[in-house]
């Protein structure tokens, strides 16, 4: 039986998987949340930008919907806050649990 643990290491690899063959996908959580944070958004979540994502893929642009797992929001909040630490304030971030 995994533990909690095991899973959460898992889920990490998978994540780190899907990003490195998808780095649009966090070019296009970074420009979705800068834009939201430049709208005066002073607050935001993983799945609010998420969710602006697939709008955009389904309603805006043509081709295939966007898929992503919703347990990688939280690595792109981490990766985010990372890469524009001055903004670590406009997401909540908890410990990663198992899904």
Do not use: C
């Not at 966090?26 to 602006?52: C, E, N, P, V, W």
């Not at 994502?53 to 985010?80: C, H, L, Q």
Request: no cysteine.
């Amino acid at each position: 039986m995994n533990t909690p643990i095991h899973m959460s290491n898992a889920i990490t690899a998978r994540f780190e998987r899907f990003h490195n063959e998808n780095p649009h996908v966090y070019s296009m959580f970074q420009r979705f949340s800068l834009k939201a944070i430049q709208a005066g958004m002073k607050r935001l979540s993983g799945h609010f930008i998420l969710a602006r994502m697939r709008w955009e893929s389904a309603i805006e642009t043509k081709g295939d919907p966007f898929k992503i797992n919703d347990n990688y929001s939280a690595y792109y909040v981490r990766k985010f806050i990372a890469d524009f630490p001055q903004y670590a304030a406009t997401f909540e971030t908890r410990r990663i649990r198992a899904a």
